[in-house]
């Protein structure tokens, strides 16, 4: 069956269209993305904006339409953190399922950690023991560990690449103040869960996934991503660590000419690396493997196992 999930994130509106079955590896057939950067729409009291709002619905439509153009059996749609902490979040969902019939589900920060891993423990497989899955995106840090397919400890904290930059690291370059600032503030967030990861045992496997930590792997001499998704990708705390204070130099559009970094994503880069550095020093990271796969395939996966438990309950009627 061809299933679509489409990512209503802080940054994009991502729609990814695979071909799946029940027990079967999932095979990408397409995916489209548009730029959006809700969380720049946030009014000062936390709502979305009228004309957030309207990018927002103008984007599901057209990803609606794609995916039916592709042949979509079943839409899977959902929303992040950007959308999850809107005060006027809840009205936003009705009226992009009003203009558009399709219904956002709003996800909890504890619920991406949690199919994260489910898709990195799918890729890595049994044998890669005890993982340590760590996931930066626009709005939240995803921190998630554990032996099975669910972990045994997962949470998320507000400490995503876009609302730090937004939020915490104007300027082009931000301030040296404005940095050491976010510095402190990234580090008291992680530390005050270090116990609650640490306490579950060490981990076998460190795992980075999404497109921050892939820029920075990148950015820190990994293959492009042409290469195809079965390179072998890492990201080391030494490779990370010196271009911190290169990149916090730099303005926006010199990032943008960096390897793997893409323009849009030049402004955050910068926050993401701060946030990538404290939580490999926080959890005694030295190095860390990245999964192509990552919050979509878990849905996508979630959704599968699904149907398959669906099928079997069938045939033991019978």
Request: one cysteine or more; hydrophobic letters at 45%.
């Amino acid at each position: 069956m061809r299933l679509g999930v489409l990512d209503v994130g802080s940054n994009t509106v991502h729609l990814l269209v695979v071909d799946a079955h029940p027990g079967a590896h999932p095979l990408a057939a397409n995916s489209t993305r548009r730029l959006l950067r809700l969380a720049e729409h946030l009014t000062p009291a936390g709502a979305i904006d009228r004309a957030g709002v309207d990018a927002l619905t103008d984007a599901v439509a057209a990803a609606s339409a794609a995916a039916e153009d592709a042949g979509v059996e079943e839409l899977l749609a959902f929303a992040t953190s950007a959308v999850r902490e809107a005060v006027n979040g809840e009205d936003v969902l009705e009226h992009v399922e009003r203009e558009t019939r399709v219904r956002l589900e709003v996800l909890p920060g504890t619920a991406e950690a949690d199919l994260t891993f489910l898709a990195v423990r799918r890729w890595f497989g049994w044998s890669a023991g005890r993982l340590l899955v760590l996931d930066i995106g626009g709005g939240s840090l995803e921190i998630a560990s554990g032996l099975d397919e669910a972990p045994d400890v997962s949470f998320s904290l507000p400490l995503g690449a876009g609302r730090l930059t937004r939020d915490r690291l104007a300027g082009d370059p931000p301030s040296s103040e404005a940095v050491r600032d976010v510095r402190r503030y990234v580090r008291q967030q992680i530390a005050s869960r270090v116990r609650d990861v640490t306490r579950s045992g060490a981990p076998d496997r460190v795992v980075v996934t999404s497109k921050t930590f892939r820029s920075l792997a990148r950015l820190c001499g990994a293959a492009a991503s042409e290469a195809g998704p079965h390179v072998v990708r890492t990201l080391s705390r030494e490779d990370l660590s010196p271009w911190v204070p290169r990149l916090a130099e730099m303005k926006v559009k010199q990032r943008a000419d960096l390897a793997g970094v893409s323009e849009e994503r030049a402004p955050q880069v910068l926050a993401g690396a701060l946030v990538a550095e404290a939580v490999f020093e926080l959890l005694g990271v030295e190095e860390a493997v990245v999964c192509p796969w990552a919050l979509r395939e878990g849905i996508i996966l979630r959704r599968l196992d699904a149907i398959g438990a669906d099928a079997r309950t069938s045939v033991r009627a019978f």
